[in-house]
C-alpha cells in the first residue's frame, strides 16, 4: 500500500512540475500565449502597472528574461514588459509579418503547389522548419511558408 502511495505522489509531482520545466530555460526562447487573456505588466509582478492586455491564444512571445515567476517578452511588434510565466506555453507559434500575402505552398519551395494565403497578422502553429520554409498550421490548414514571413521562426 505505502509503495502504491509513494508511486502515486511522484507520477502527481512528475505531471504537475513538467509545465513549469519548460518554462525554466536558457534566454532568450520562444514561447506563446496560453490564455484567452495575458496582461503585460511594466514589472515583475501583480503590483505593477498593466501595460498592455492581449487576447491572441497562440499568439508568440520571445522570452528574454526570468524572474522568478515573470518573463520579460517581447512581442512581433517590440513592445516589451512583464507577463506571468504560467500563462505562456512552450509550443512554438508564429504570425505572419511583412508586406502582403504570404503563401502556403505542399512543399518547402517556392515552385510547389499554393494551398493557402496567409494574411499579415494571422498566428499559428509553428512545425519543423528547413532550407528557409517552415510548417505553419492555421487552425488545420497546413503548408509550407518562408521563414522570413513568419514571426517566432528561427533562433530567437
Same mark, same amino acid.
Given at each position: $500500500?505505502?509503495?502504491?502511495? &509513494?508511486?502515486?505522489?511522484?507520477?502527481?509531482? %512528475?505531471?504537475?512540475?513538467?509545465?513549469?520545466?519548460?518554462?525554466?530555460?536558457?534566454?532568450?526562447?520562444?514561447? &506563446?500565449?496560453? &490564455? *484567452?487573456?495575458?496582461? $503585460?505588466?511594466?514589472g515583475p509582478s501583480q503590483e505593477y502597472k498593466i501595460e498592455w492586455v492581449y487576447r491572441r491564444d497562440? @499568439?508568440?512571445?520571445?522570452?528574454?528574461?526570468?524572474?522568478?515567476?515573470?518573463?520579460?517578452?517581447?512581442?512581433?511588434?517590440?513592445? *516589451?514588459? /512583464?507577463?506571468?510565466?504560467? @500563462?505562456?506555453?512552450? &509550443?512554438?507559434?508564429?504570425?505572419?509579418? =511583412?508586406? =502582403?500575402?504570404?503563401?502556403?505552398? *505542399?512543399?518547402?519551395?517556392?515552385? %510547389?503547389?499554393?494551398?493557402?494565403?496567409?494574411?499579415? =497578422?494571422?498566428?499559428?502553429?509553428? =512545425?519543423?522548419?528547413?532550407?528557409?520554409?517552415?510548417?505553419?498550421?492555421?487552425?488545420?490548414?497546413?503548408?509550407?511558408?518562408?521563414?522570413?514571413?513568419? /514571426?517566432?521562426?528561427?533562433?530567437?
Amino acid at each position: $500500500m505505502f509503495k502504491r502511495f &509513494t508511486l502515486l505522489v511522484v507520477a502527481v509531482f %512528475a505531471t504537475l512540475s513538467a509545465p513549469l520545466a519548460g518554462q525554466d530555460r536558457d534566454v532568450p526562447y520562444w514561447a &506563446t500565449i496560453d &490564455t *484567452e487573456e495575458l496582461y $503585460m505588466r511594466v514589472g515583475p509582478s501583480q503590483e505593477y502597472k498593466i501595460e498592455w492586455v492581449y487576447r491572441r491564444d497562440g @499568439l508568440p512571445l520571445k522570452v528574454i528574461r526570468v524572474v522568478d515567476g515573470w518573463r520579460l517578452v517581447r512581442d512581433h511588434e517590440g513592445a *516589451e514588459g /512583464w507577463v506571468n510565466s504560467n @500563462l505562456l506555453s512552450a &509550443t512554438r507559434g508564429a504570425i505572419v509579418v =511583412g508586406e =502582403g500575402l504570404a503563401a502556403m505552398r *505542399e512543399a518547402p519551395s517556392a515552385n %510547389a503547389k499554393l494551398k493557402w494565403n496567409a494574411e499579415p =497578422g494571422v498566428v499559428g502553429r509553428l =512545425g519543423d522548419c528547413e532550407a528557409g520554409w517552415c510548417e505553419f498550421d492555421v487552425a488545420g490548414r497546413e503548408g509550407w511558408v518562408r521563414a522570413e514571413r513568419l /514571426w517566432g521562426a528561427g533562433e530567437p
